[in-house]
Structures are given as structure tokens and as C-alpha cells.
């Protein structure tokens, strides 16, 4: 049994007794009484518009506090109290206070005051559990992510007609990829709880062969997080080397199997950072109303790397380079569908790079970027020499420019397109060898891709026998193609510095544009006290 199904078993004996011993003050009112009970309502619920509506249409009928309403007031009490393990703010429905009212409830007009606090606390836990705490945009202008809300009358109704159980079960988000998370934030409190994964810092850099306290201290390390077996050993052997290369692995990290310094640090960090990191994911994955079960493709930034997922496989993995860590150039979040391809692509170059980059060195020289075309407003090609750069700014500046197709065009030889008003999109590079840096936060926004024409293949590979020879064809003409998906592909634009490997272990990557950070302080501010810490 695990920790999570302990607090449950827990909850229920608790809530048992509880209503064995308050049964009879929800017996239901009659006259006076019930005219005492739906103005103490209509007072509590006054200063709630979607809570004093739902009681205006439905007549004050009750849904919590009546005689009949047992089985859905335990449900919910159940429901809520686990909202530890889910990483929500307890005290937005906290069940212990809810409980604490029931016991002292005395009169109508206390009923009536329980009724709205049950009923708004349902509410905030259907929008929190289903959807997120947080309005990521909020908290950062570069999470464009879409959040769905439904509608409180519709979740109202809904657990008035239905089965409570089974409502507020559907209310939990389902996918595998959010019960690894909460499983991992349940077993990282326990280890906190446990004094940790040890005081001992490890210093580095250790290579295969060593040995000495500094080897044992990173052995006991990789023991504590579940890298390695139990063992006496102070020479960093092939085990430790293994372990090692699996938490490089798992970590973003070049898995060479020695402990430089960037894995010193990562393996340096405590299960408390882990645990904020798990957390956050745990809010992100709530905001992410996808069907995981179709093909799509999956760019997780933080780790630098894009998939293509078919029914819950990688089939597809590749290096990614993101938007460099400044304002304006990081590379936002969001679903969109792809489209189409373009070989051989020509780059628009963007306004803001125009007038900020190369509008000063076409004023200092016109001759300069010599490999960008200037195109006037209908997308003419005009002569340097007919054009007075030094008369214009960022401002008035009426041309554009344009780098024809090439082998050193900015976007390299294919893109792949998913139309939207950010201007991002999957693209090739000249720029080769930042494939190889372990944090790669290079580009002007958009998501270059190390292995450009495989992604390529593996995207035609659904409409065509020979995908290989189709691309070749195309891109031999050297001419810009425009190559429709039959089918297009979504694609989600993540950040993700927690997430489950196909393993079952929790990988980790660094918080390279401090989004999470500041998703975590947003997250405590609402309330969230993570359990352990």
C-alpha cells in the first residue's frame, strides 16, 4: 500500500465516525427553520456571484447539508483532504476546517454558512484540481498556454445530478505523465521527512578509478537517490560509472560517466529543490488540455530536446536549440498544429531583428549582411544603392530583408510550420556545432533542430512509401517547396524540469529562463505548503 493509499484509508475511517456522530444535525428543516436556513444562505452567499446564483436557480436546495446529502459531503471531505499529495493550497478548501464546522453547527443559520463554505470550496477545488491554481500569463507573459475553464454552474450541476464519487473523480487529471509526478512529490517528501539523500556535499571532479571519502560520498549519494545498489565499495568501479551515466542521463548532462562539474552540482541538488520542480510540473500538467494518445510532437525546452510521440512511444528524439535567456528572444509556451514543411526556405528576417541588429549596420555600411535581399513593401527586391538607410530608425524604417534559399540560410534547409501570431516555428540551422553544448539557449526564440531531415522522414513517413526519396527530390531543386501534411501533428511547445523517463525514474533539467521559480513563489503566495519542508 502505498503513502497515498494510507491517507485515504485514513480519511475514510476518520469521515465514518465523523458522520455516524453528526447525522442528526442535518436532519432536514422545516418552516421557520427553513426560512432561517435560506436567508443565512443567501447572506453567506452575497458576496459570491457564481455561488449565490447557483442557490438563486436551484431554490436553496441543498447540497451538502441536507439528510440526503451524506454520501456527497464524505465523498468531497475524502476528495479534498488528499489535496496535500496534489500540490494544491489546503486552505482554499480545507477540509479540516469544514470538519471542525460540521461538529459545532448548532442552527439553521450555522447550516446555511457551512452550505456556502462546502459548496465555494468545491468550486475552488474543481477550477484548482482540473485546470490549475495559477493563470500562468500571470505569472509570466511567455506561457501563451490556453487554459480551459468550465463553467461553476456546470460543475455544480453536475455533482448535484451525478454520482459524487465519481464526479469528483473525473475531476483529477488522468494522465500517466501526472500520477508519476505525484507519486515522485510523495516519495520526496517521505526521503525529506527521512533526513534527505545525506549532509555530505560531493565535490568533483571524480573519474573512474578513484577512490577516498570523496568516492564513498558520491557513492551514498547515488545510493540515497536510488541510482545505485547498496555497497561498501570506496572506488568509483564500473557500478558507480553506470549509475553515474544514468543520472547524467536523466539530467540532461553528457553521460560520460565521470563527475565533472556540472554533474557534481545536479547531483548536489536536494530532494527539496526536486520536490518545487515536481510540484510546478504538477500545475504545468494541469494547464495541458491534450489528448496524449494521438501522434504529436512534443518539444520539452528545458531539456533541449523535441520528440515525435505516437499512442504514449517516442518514436522520434532529437537535440533542440531554444531562444536565448533575455527578454524578447525566449521561446514561449504554447499547442498549436503543424501544418507543413518548407525546403529550401527563404528567411523572412523578423522586424524586430531588422531594425534592431541590421538597420544600424546597414547605416554604418550598406554594403554590409550582403547575404539578406532588401524587399520594399510588396515584396520587390530594391538596389542598396537606391536606398538612404541613415534617413531612417527602428521606427520609420519601410523595407524589409530577406536571405534567399541557400546551404547558409538562417533556417537552414527545411522548416516546419505551425501557423501562429508568435512567429515560432521548428527550423534546420548552419549553426551545427551548438548541438553539442549541454545547455543550448542560442536562437532569437524559435526551435532549431539537430537532426532536421529525419524529423522530416518521420513526418511524410505517414504519406508517402518513400519518404527519404521525396525530401531528396525536392530538396535537390534547390528551389523553396511548400510540402503539406495530410495529416497535421500537434505540437506542444513545454517546460518541463520534472518529468517520468520511460524507466519510471523522475528526470530533471535546469530552469534556464527561471520560469519555475517564478511559478513556485506564485504557487506558495496561493497558498501551497509542500509537506517535508
Known amino acids: 500500500m502505498t503513502v497515498s493509499d494510507c491517507r485515504t484509508a485514513q480519511v475514510r475511517i476518520a469521515f465514518s465516525t465523523l458522520f455516524l456522530s453528526v447525522a442528526a444535525i442535518f436532519a432536514s428543516p422545516v418552516g421557520a427553520q427553513t426560512s432561517a436556513f435560506s436567508q443565512s444562505l443567501a447572506t453567506a452567499a452575497a458576496t459570491d456571484e457564481t455561488v449565490a446564483e447557483w442557490y438563486r436557480t436551484t431554490g436553496y436546495e441543498t447540497l451538502w447539508t441536507g439528510a440526503e446529502d451524506a454520501p456527497r459531503r464524505a465523498a468531497f471531505l475524502a476528495a479534498i483532504a488528499r489535496a496535500p499529495d496534489h500540490g494544491l493550497p ?84 488522468k494522465s500517466a505523465f501526472y500520477l508519476s509526478l505525484m507519486k515522485a512529490k510523495i516519495a520526496l517528501e517521505a526521503d525529506i521527512a ?43 568501479d564500473r557500478r558507480l560509472q553506470a549509475a553515474v551515466q544514468e543520472f547524467q542521463l536523466n539530467h540532461g548532462l553528457n553521460a560520460d560517466g565521470v563527475a565533472g562539474e556540472s554533474t557534481v552540482a545536479e547531483i548536489n541538488v536536494g530532494p527539496e529543490a526536486r520536490l518545487r520542480s515536481v510540484v510546478v510540473a504538477m500545475e504545468r500538467e494541469r494547464w495541458m488540455d491534450i489528448d496524449r494518445s494521438v501522434r504529436h510532437i512534443w518539444v520539452n525546452q528545458p531539456e533541449f530536446t523535441a520528440r515525435i510521440i505516437d499512442h504514449g ?33 527563404s528567411w523572412g528576417v523578423p522586424r524586430s531583428i531588422t531594425v534592431k541588429e541590421y538597420l544600424p549596420l546597414l547605416q554604418r555600411n550598406p554594403n554590409a549582411v550582403g547575404h539578406l535581399q532588401v524587399l520594399d513593401s510588396r515584396g520587390r527586391v530594391v538596389p542598396r544603392g537606391a536606398v538612404n ?145
Open 90 to 173: 489546503v486552505q482554499r478548501y480545507n477540509a479540516g476546517a469544514l470538519i471542525a464546522a460540521i461538529r459545532v453547527a448548532e442552527t439553521e443559520a450555522d447550516r446555511g454558512r457551512l452550505e456556502v463554505a462546502m459548496t465555494r470550496a468545491y468550486v475552488n477545488w474543481a477550477h484548482d484540481l482540473a485546470s490549475g491554481v495559477l493563470e500562468p500569463k500571470k505569472v509570466d507573459a511567455s506561457i501563451l498556454r490556453e487554459i480551459t475553464r468550465e463553467d461553476p454552474q456546470l460543475l455544480l450541476a453536475r455533482l448535484a445530478s451525478g454520482d459524487a464519487a465519481a464526479v469528483l473523480a473525473d475531476l483529477e487529471p
Open 194 to 236: 527521512a533526513d534527505g539523500w545525506g549532509n555530505t556535499a560531493v565535490t568533483g571532479p571524480l573519474e573512474p578509478g578513484a577512490s577516498g571519502p570523496q568516492v564513498v560520498a558520491l557513492r551514498d549519494r547515488l545510493i540515497a537517490m536510488g541510482y545505485l545498489a547498496a555497497n561498501a565499495s570506496q572506488t568509483y
Open 389 to 533: 538607410f541613415a534617413a531612417y530608425n527602428a521606427r520609420n524604417f519601410p523595407y524589409g530583408l530577406r536571405q534567399p534559399p541557400s546551404d547558409g540560410n538562417a533556417l537552414g534547409l527545411v522548416k516546419f510550420m505551425f501557423p501562429n501570431p508568435y512567429n515560432i516555428y521548428l527550423h534546420d540551422t548552419p549553426s551545427k556545432s551548438l548541438f553539442d553544448h549541454e545547455v543550448r539557449a542560442y536562437s532569437h526564440g524559435c526551435i532549431r533542430v539537430a537532426d532536421p531531415f529525419d524529423l522530416a522522414h518521420a513526418l511524410l513517413s505517414l504519406q508517402t512509401a518513400t519518404p527519404e526519396a521525396d525530401f531528396d527530390a525536392a530538396l535537390k531543386t534547390g528551389r523553396e517547396t511548400l510540402v503539406k501534411l495530410d495529416q497535421p501533428v500537434p505540437v506542444h511547445l513545454v517546460y518541463f524540469t520534472a518529468f517520468p523517463t520511460a524507466k519510471g525514474k523522475m528526470a530533471y533539467a535546469r530552469d534556464v529562463y527561471g520560469r519555475d521559480a517564478a511559478l513556485y513563489e506564485a504557487l506558495v503566495a496561493a497558498g501551497v505548503v509542500l509537506g517535508g519542508v
Open 313 to 345: 512511444k517516442t518514436v522520434f528524439r532529437t537535440r533542440v536549440v531554444i531562444g536565448k535567456n533575455v527578454p524578447d528572444q525566449r521561446s514561449p509556451e504554447f499547442s498549436d498544429l503543424m501544418e507543413h514543411m518548407v525546403i529550401n526556405p
